[in-house]
């Protein structure tokens, strides 16, 4: 099958779910799409597969129907191992070409305008490269919880939109972003986390509150997150912050 390189083609597929979407729609920027491999069936319906070569295991995105993807999957998987983000549906043709197949049961939300207030988030500040350092010092607070951001990388501070709160000069809780991307209109919204002994006080909605603020202040039009099915918790403070679940979908790492 062959492999695509026109950005207006792969965008208007794309377009079709912004929501579900809205990482592959990033990876068109400049910055981001060098790593991106793009594949359609030959026959050029609305499917197509994404692999991001980034990172040391590449990441698998699709978006279509099942009977037009099947096809492509025997192409696009020949890596020894590749990271899911993959719809239910799609994730099932997996079982076929991966012996091993790890997955973390997803939803994928995203934020209704209507719904948002925007309210000043008293006591948070902005955060930037030069709080590097607390940033991680406090992520490795979840480590043993395994609760840490596990999609935390240093220039994420520098690209992208982060806010904390701090008490005594100690990072004690933040909110970020995995991807901002405005020429294209989407974020997602990532690498949220409150210190163990500072829960129960509202600084996750109060960072979160900070990051979407600013989000819609660069007017980003899809805005977007990831959060566990299991952590009906954090579902709640995101639906009271006015996103809504889009899909389920899952993550996590498969390997031939």
């Known amino acids: 099958m062959p492999k695509h390189r026109d950005q207006n083609i792969i965008r208007s597929i794309l377009r079709k779910d912004p929501l579900w979407s809205v990482y592959a729609i990033g990876d068109l920027a400049p910055q981001f799409f060098g790593n991106s491999e793009w594949i359609r069936p030959a ?13 040391p ?29 993959l719809r239910p549906e799609i994730a099932l043709l997996l079982d076929a070409r991966y012996s091993a197949v790890e997955r973390k049961p997803m939803v ?58 701090r008490e005594g000069g100690e990072l004690v809780a933040t909110a970020g972003t995995h991807l901002v991307v405005p020429a294209e209109g989407v974020a997602a919204v990532g690498n949220v986390y409150t210190k163990r002994d500072h829960r129960g006080r509202g600084l ?43 899909c389920d979908y899952f993550e996590g790492v498969a390997k031939r």
């Not at 609305?46 to 990172?55: E, M, N, T």
């Not at 590449?58 to 099942?66: A, K, Q, R, T």
């Open 57 to 85: 295991t590449p990441v698998l995105f699709v978006i279509g129907e099942p009977e037009s993807v099947a096809p492509m999957l025997d192409e696009v998987c020949v890596d020894s191992e590749v990271y899911l983000h």
């Open 108 to 165: 994928r939300m995203a934020l209704d305008r209507r719904k948002y207030r925007s309210e000043p988030a008293p006591g948070v500040v902005r955060l930037g490269p030069k709080d590097l350092s607390d940033l991680q010092s406090l992520y490795a607070d979840g480590n043993a919880t395994g609760e840490a951001p596990d999609f935390f990388f240093p220039n994420m501070l520098e690209d992208g939109v982060f806010f904390g709160v």
């Open 204 to 246: 996750g909605t109060l960072t979160t509150r900070a990051v979407v603020n600013e989000l819609l202040s660069m007017d980003i039009e899809t805005i977007a997150l990831n959060v566990s099915r299991k952590n009906e918790t954090a579902i709640r403070i995101y639906e009271g912050l006015g996103f809504f679940r889009h």
């Open 43 to 55: 026959h050029g319906d609305g499917a197509l597969a994404l692999l991001y070569r980034a990172f």
